[in-house]
């Protein structure tokens, strides 16, 4: 079946107390999906002064996008 939705979807992974430590500040009436796509404007409209902002926050290890790659049979990480 295709999809009918007309924004493409698109994933973020975050630990749980990370995102339980932010869900406290996003005001009410306003959820995480907002905030992200509100932070997305922010970045595309001022982007110096957002890249400031956060800048020591970004993730030392950034994880990694897409599915885990399948591992042979029998081998192990």
Known sequence: MPNLHRLKPR???AEDDEVKAAQEH???GKNMGAFIR???RALGQ???????AIAEHWPEDPKPTGRP???PA???E
């Not at 001022?46 to 400031?52: E, T």
């Open 11 to 13: 994933t973020w992974r």
């Open 26 to 28: 996003i005001p009410d």
């Open 38 to 40: 509100a932070c997305v």
């Open 46 to 52: 001022n982007p110096a002064a957002v890249l400031a």
């Open 69 to 71: 790659r399948k591992q």
């Open 74 to 76: 029998g081998e192990s």
